[in-house]
């Protein structure tokens, strides 16, 4: 699985956008990124996902660059709900594995 | 649909007992994950099956973890025997495709003294 980078830990202000990176250099073409979110104790919760567009639903929009080497996810109005770690994670979805492989992903801090 | 259901939330055993974690997955989802969780080594995969099918444990971490999904709608983790270094969350997920994100259960929260 290819794999991606993140800063171990982010700051927000509640009420502002939360911008998440995630590089994924070594992305091949059939690989999707996926976001999820863990919030302390509880099961790891799908985010989004995109192959090259930009996606967006009622949580979050990801932006995947043009090259693909790299995404940002964004919390339009970080909550304190919102403080959780994040996991930006790549797989392809048509051939080989189908692994979801979480590495440690960046810890969230919404500050009222 | 009440999502994916694992039971039972929390179990505290004795090391050299058997072990049987429970999963519901959503209905209609043909791919199901068990995950285990602790601090040291975070979210690891142990195996997964489509439509009922055992299809990747390699990471199984040994021969006293055994996974069966005997239907669609029931899946179970055993550890037998258990020991301390198996306490850790584990976590079962459900998935509609290869394109969908998983949905996770809420873990059991396992205790082996």
């Known amino acids: 699985d290819a794999k991606t980078t993140q800063p171990t830990s982010m700051d927000c202000a509640e009420g502002r956008a939360a911008n998440l990176p995630c590089n994924h250099s070594?992305?091949?073409?059939?690989?999707?990124v996926y976001w999820y979110r863990q919030i302390h104790s509880q099961g790891p919760q799908y985010i989004i996902h995109?192959?090259?567009n930009n996606e967006t639903n009622e949580m979050a929009s990801l932006i995947i660059t043009e090259d693909r080497k790299s995404s940002t996810l964004i919390l339009p109005h970080a909550t304190l709900r919102d403080t959780a770690v994040y996991y930006c994670?790549?797989?392809?979805?048509?051939?080989?594995?189908?692994?979801?492989?979480f590495g440690a992903g960046t810890r969230l801090f919404v500050k009222a | 649909d009440a999502g994916v259901i694992q039971s039972p939330r929390h179990e505290v055993t004795e090391m050299g007992q058997e072990v049987t974690l429970r999963c519901k997955p959503i209905?209609?989802?043909?791919?199901l994950f068990w995950y285990r969780q602790t601090m040291m080594r975070g979210l690891e995969l142990l195996i997964y099956?489509?439509?009922?099918?055992?299809?990747?444990d390699s990471g199984m971490p040994e021969d006293r973890f055994s996974a069966k999904m005997p239907n669609a709608s029931f899946s179970t983790l055993k550890i037998q025997p258990s020991e301390p270094r198996d306490s850790a969350v584990y976590f079962c997920?459900?998935?509609?495709?290869?394109?969908?994100?998983?949905?996770f259960g809420s873990g059991t929260r396992l205790t082996v003294v």
């Open positions: 070594t992305i091949s073409g059939n690989e999707y």
């Open positions: 995109g192959l090259k």
């Open positions: 994670i790549v797989r392809p979805i048509n051939t080989g594995g189908f692994k979801t492989i």
């Open positions: 997920a459900s998935s509609f495709t290869r394109v969908f994100g998983y949905t």
């Open positions: 209905s209609g989802h043909d791919y």
């Open positions: 099956f489509n439509n009922n099918v055992p299809i990747d």
